[in-house]
Nanobody
């Protein structure tokens, strides 16, 4: 079982930047595929970004590509999401997620952190 704790959410204005962090424990972090998901009010949870076990491969939703950057530090057991040029439509609860079985089977989730972007 992997425990995930997010931090770094909050209020921002359009154009601002925020950085989310997620601390993982309970399993060997470098064995985990990591991702950030988000869920806006009234919408389904969607993937924002994923990163492979050693950080070599990264993928992004089209809506965040060029603005968000996912990174990980396997020595510190953390994964981060740098969010630049924020837009009101980025408002959502952001969840850190882990998978021991590749990028299509995220089965451990953090509690979520709220990001609110005003225009």
């Amino acid at each position: 079982q992997v425990q995930l704790v997010e931090s770094g959410g909050g209020l921002a204005q359009a154009g601002d930047s925020l950085r989310l962090s997620c601390a993982a424990s309970g399993r060997t972090f470098s064995s985990l595929f990591m991702g950030w998901f988000r869920q806006a009010p009234g919408k389904e949870r969607e993937i924002a970004a994923t990163i492979s076990r050693r950080g070599i491969s990264r993928s992004y939703a089209e809506s965040v590509k060029g603005r968000f950057t996912i990174s990980r530090d396997n020595a510190k057991n953390t994964v981060s999401l740098q969010m630049n040029s924020l837009k009101p439509e980025d408002t959502a609860v952001y969840y850190c997620a882990a998978s021991s079985d590749g990028p299509n089977n995220f089965d451990s989730w953090g509690q979520g952190t709220q990001v609110t972007v005003s225009s």
